[in-house]
Every structure is written in C-alpha cells, then in structure tokens.
C-alpha cells in the first residue's frame, strides 16, 4: 500500500473579529448586566482581566476609549454567560442568584467564585458548563 499525500488546506478564522463599534456595544451590555449580577467594582474589574478601577469608572460614565482583543472576548465570554442564564432560567433573578449560590457540581464552590479566579478560561469554561446544560451540544 502507497501512503497518499495530504492536502494542505488553508486555515481560516474560526471566530469572526469584533468590530470597534461591536466592542463598544459589548462594554455597554457589560456594565448594565455587572449591574443586574450586582457586582462590586472590584469583581468587575477581576471579570474584565484586572481592569483598572479607574477605567471601569469610566466605563460606567459611557467612555470607553479603546478595547482590546482580550477584554472584547472576555465581554463576549459573558455575554454568553448571561445567554446561558436566561436560557435555564426564566426568571432573570434566579439565574442572577445562581452565580453567587454554592454548588456541588462546583465543588461547594459558586460560579462566579470560579469566574473571579481572573482568567479568560475561567468564563470560557463556565460559559462551555452553561451550554452544555441547556443542551447546545
């Protein structure tokens, strides 16, 4: 038997590039869903990959200057956190107190206690655990 060659193929993005405008929706839906969690400044900044307070100050006054790679998907990661939520839950609140409740499957743990470890990761697993339980596998 002859091995065959491999066709090379040219990868291609897997996931689309957020836009500028895009990432200034996102830090806006940010701030508001940080509100609805009711989050402290402090495990705001530590979602968003150590921001500084002072620009998290500034992004709750509506200026955001210029996002990074990074945060934009670290904002995606939550959008598809709080996606994951409203699906499970259909009364928001619930879905917002579950982030904060400890959970065995967590060990005791609570997802956001797993989520302010501070890495990408960390809300990509979460996110990942939230798609698997509403069944988008």
Known sequence: MQLQPIIATRAGLETPLITDEEAGA?????????????????EACTLLGDLSARTFARWKEGNFGRIDRDLRMRMAHLMGI????????????????????????????????????????????????????????
Do not use: C, I
Not at 26 to 42: E, S
């Open 82 to 137: 709080h996606k994951g939520l409203r699906y499970l839950f259909r009364d928001p609140a619930r879905g917002y107190e579950w982030l904060r409740r400890p959970n065995e499957t967590f060990g005791g743990a609570s997802a956001l206690s797993l989520m302010l470890r501070g890495e990408m990761s960390d809300l990509a697993d979460m996110r990942r655990y939230l798609d698997a339980e509403r069944g988008a596998w």
């Open 26 to 42: 996102l830090a806006r839906a940010t701030v508001n869903l940080f509100k609805a969690w009711q989050l402290t400044d402090a």
